[in-house]
């Protein structure tokens, strides 16, 4: 109980000297000789309902949307702490009402913790051609892109490429492979769009078709670069089957819920988001065979995870 009275006594203190506030300073008296009773071994009923809601709430945006589910399940003061709108606006983007109004259909939420929720689904923007989404456990923002707003080798040729559009597609088209020998698809993405200070990987979110080849070359390149930093790597579409190691961290192509396959392009630091546009690039350019079968949803943008966080707020 002792160590309880410490912890509530350094919170409270912690954010009256943020905030400057002396309106609370008679609360704090009162729980000094709150502790103070209770230490003389008289019941008392110290706790966290001692503190201001806004005190709690204030103190809870330093930690992550994660942590707040948790401590509201804990303490009915954490619990009504974590309804305010403040709370919930500090894990929303600074520039949230110019995303919600590039948003192909309105949104309509009573508050500011039902607008985060809502946000961790996929949002549609810029006519579609853009999807946006919060990751649900830290805020940050994730961004897809159709496959519309990328250059594509041959794209414009029927021969070659086709645009088709499938039910279980975030976006209304996308691009199956009819037959190449020379495979790029190379998208831009501007910085400022994502989160600061955040690793990110990039992903390719594609299928295969049943009949298709030429699609297992181990010559296939992925790359990502933003300003001065780049990463490239060796990849293939096609799953290994006998990629069963229990210890790695991330598999480098895996089934999503959706029932697409996702495979990894690379990881890149977003710093301030002042660096520019990022560039993320598929090549299979190297052995001039002919492939076919490629369907292809776009590329992803999302907060890089450690195994642990997989579970968080299921």
Known sequence: MFHEQQTIHIFFSHYLAIKGDKCHLRSLVQLNQSMA?????????????????ECISYVLSFTSPCDICRLSLVSKSFFAAAQSDLLWES??????????????????????KELYFRLCQPLLVDEGKLSFQLDRPTGKQTYMQSPETMYIDWINHPQYWKWISLPDSRFSKQAELVSVCWLAIISNIDSR??????MYTAYMIYKLNPDSYGLDSNSQKASIKLGAHSQEQRVSLIPDDEEDDEEEVEKQIQLREDGWLEMVLGEIYNDQGDAGEIEIKFLDIEELHWKKGLVFAGFEMRPTK???????LR
């Open 193 to 198: 769009l994502l989160s600061q200070k955040t």
């Open 37 to 53: 009773t209770e230490n003389r071994g008289r019941p008392s009923t110290c706790g966290f309902s001692m503190l201001p809601e």
């Open 91 to 112: 894990f929303l983007p600074p520039d949230i009402a110019e995303i919600l109004s590039r948003a192909t259909h309105p949104v309509d939420c009573s508050s500011r």
């Open 306 to 312: 450690r195994k642990m966080d997989a579970e968080l």
